[in-house]
């Protein structure tokens, strides 16, 4: 095949290189890796990743909002009721803490994670809230969740599924993986209810 048949691939841009080689790195170490070690995995020149990240924190940042958007995207909410969307915060939290970049995040980056679990808001957070928001305001008008303020509502069931992500590891011997989920659940259809 000549060169001007062949099909050429897309080439992918420099943040998306970076980010791939951050989730590559955490998913086989216990450390987080340096600009200089994300560069070489990148492919590209430390002031390379500079211009895009201004710090490691950044691209760990960037790369949660990143999963967390694939994982929303990969967990449709099957019915528009309040089991529907329990179920889905619950299937949604369950993969938060089970992949295999995101909770490695736990034990690597524990600064990082408490910064954004104890201090602020991260854009993931923010994210997941708007997208609580917009599903339980859609939810209630079927009758299904209480009448509340739905920014209010959707804020305390992201904390409650933040607390059992964060926590899974922790409690596994007491609450085994359906055990978890049951609970979970049940928590926030009680915490929902009308």
Known sequence: MSSRNAVLAEPVD????????????LRVSDRRPGIAELARQAGMSRPTVYRHFADEAAVFRALWEREIRRLMAQTPRTTDDRAGLVRQVVDLADRISTHETLARTFVTEPALVARYILDRLGTGQRVLLESLRD???????????????????AAMTLLIAQSAIQSRRMI???????????????????????
Do not use: F
């Not at 209630?140 to 509340?148: K, L």
């Open 135 to 153: 599903a339980i305001g859609l939810v209630q008008a079927g009758g299904s969740i209480r009448a509340s303020e739905p920014t209010e509502l």
């Open 14 to 25: 420099a943040p998306t290189r970076i980010l791939d080689a951050a989730a590559r790195v």
């Open 172 to 194: 596994a011997d007491q609450l085994p993986d359906a055990a978890w989920r049951r609970e979970l659940a049940r928590a926030l259809d009680g915490y929902l209810a009308p």
